[in-house]
């Protein structure tokens, strides 16, 4: 069973930034569309970011602007680079690999593989 392993995350002020990285198998990193999500208390688990293979980008409504996914292709990692935060950014953030996600990128069903998650606190 593939797991994915999520680091970056932590406590920080609002207006902050943090940075999320996702390491996967290298043939997972290689071959899979890999996306980004974010649960918080009390809500249902919602994507965040997206990037495929050719490193065409995704994102939510919510994070256009402040969020950027990229992939680092000397780490086989995917990256969240996350500023100017909001308190209603506080969540655990997942990463999730997808063989074919196609139109459903936003969808964590369409999900194969997902990490432990990392908890992420906006606030002062």
């Known amino acids: 069973q593939v797991q994915l392993v999520e680091s970056g995350g932590g406590l920080v002020q609002p207006g902050g930034s943090l940075r999320l990285s996702c390491a996967p198998p290298g043939r997972i990193f290689s071959t899979y569309f890999m996306g980004w999500f974010r649960q918080g208390p009390g809500k249902e688990r919602e994507f965040v970011a997206g990037i495929s293979v050719g490193e065409e980008s995704y994102y939510a409504d919510s994070v256009k602007g402040r969020f950027t996914i990229s992939r680092d292709n000397s780490k086989n990692a995917v990256v969240l680079q996350m500023n100017s935060l909001k308190s209603e950014d506080t969540a655990v953030y997942y990463c999730?690999?997808?063989?074919?996600?196609?139109?459903?990128?936003?969808?964590?069903?369409?999900?194969?593989?997902w990490g432990r998650g990392t908890q992420i606190t906006v606030s002062s």
């Open positions: 999730a690999a997808a063989f074919s996600a196609g139109d459903y990128y936003t969808l964590p069903s369409a999900y194969d593989y």
